[in-house]
């Protein structure tokens, strides 16, 4: 596989994907995604690196160029999250 596919530049587009089960006390397994995509409309809570949470409300089918580590179930409402990364 091409270098740049597996070690893409901090603005490069995602390489891996992974759907989300919203967990309050499991970080996501990847490490901290790229962006959040959601594919159901509702509410989604992310938390940063930094450990700051924030509730995003999201339309169906809209990305969340953020850098989160844990969506968090407290709080989240929208379906279908898919974390790139």
Not at 16 to 27: I, K, L, Q, R
Not at 32 to 45: L, P
């Amino acid at each position: 596989m091409p270098s740049n596919l597996t070690h893409p530049g901090a603005d490069g587009p995602a390489v891996t994907f992974a759907p989300v089960t919203p967990s309050d006390g499991a970080d996501l397994p990847g490490g901290a995604a790229r962006a959040i995509f959601v594919g159901g409309a509702g509410d989604v809570v992310l938390r940063g690196p930094d450990g700051v949470e924030a509730t995003f409300s999201s339309g169906a089918g809209q990305y969340h160029p953020v850098r989160a580590v844990r969506v968090l179930a407290t709080g989240t409402t929208a379906t279908g999250i898919v974390a790139l990364f």
